[in-house]
């Protein structure tokens, strides 16, 4: 046996969740962020995703499947290649911060990518911490924040394409121009503007995608 249960937030431990400045009280207000926590302990790994990363990045069956079959790096489903070396040197790193076991988890914040569903990738801060217990015993946790408010237009559009994609497949006709479907935007980090992209044609989201990625993120 290699895998267990999906890991619940209540199990979690209190210091991991302080020092990535998460609440210890309900897993609801995760419903917007993009969390990955991963549990190693006496050789069975468990996974966390949050309701935002497994509608918006990849599911946790997908995450368990790859697992189990040992298909690849589960990290490689939503890190892309280029990123995966910094990766596991940030892991490394917070190995290397732990003199002895169960001190309490230094979190780092660094620039990073993630591939989101329809594999557009956009640019992150990446939270990182990971929480050592005992010798059989870890949590590591990531949580992934859209850089800027073109990240995050990026992102909601992934999203839309995504709900909009799913609604024609169980409809088998034209996407409804009904939006009440459709899962409410992330929430930009500070005083960043929120795009709406709810009313957008198929179409013109992908000009819009296309015209941030043809100039480096930027409108003209």
């Known amino acids: 046996k290699v895998s267990g249960p999906p890991l619940s937030w209540l199990e979690l431990p209190k210091s991991l969740l302080e020092a990535t400045g998460n609440s210890t009280n309900t897993e609801a207000c995760m419903s917007s962020k993009w969390i990955f926590i991963r549990e190693n302990h006496k050789g069975i790994a468990r996974f966390f995703v949050s309701p935002a990363f497994e509608r918006d990045v990849v599911t946790w069956e997908r995450i368990q499947k790859c697992w189990e079959n040992n298909e690849k790096e589960v990290i490689s489903l939503f890190v892309p290649g ?41 640019d992150v801060d990446m939270i990182f911490c990971v929480h050592i217990l005992n010798l059989d015993h870890s949590f590591a946790l990531c949580e992934f924040l859209p850089k800027n408010s073109e990240e995050l237009a990026t992102a909601n559009a992934a999203r839309y394409m995504n709900s909009a994609s799913a609604a024609n497949s169980k409809s088998k006709g034209s996407v409804s121009s009904s939006t009440a479907s459709i899962p409410s935007p992330i929430r930009p980090q500070g005083n960043q503007p929120l795009f709406l992209l709810d009313g957008w044609e198929n179409n013109e989201i992908d000009e819009y995608i296309s015209l941030l990625k043809g100039n480096g993120g930027k409108k003209e």
């Open 82 to 122: 280029s990123e995966t070396p910094g990766y596991f040197r940030k892991l490394a790193h917070q190995i290397s911060l732990y003199a002895k076991p169960d001190t309490h988890p230094p979190a780092t914040r660094s620039s990073s990518k993630i591939m989101m569903c329809g594999n557009i990738m956009i």
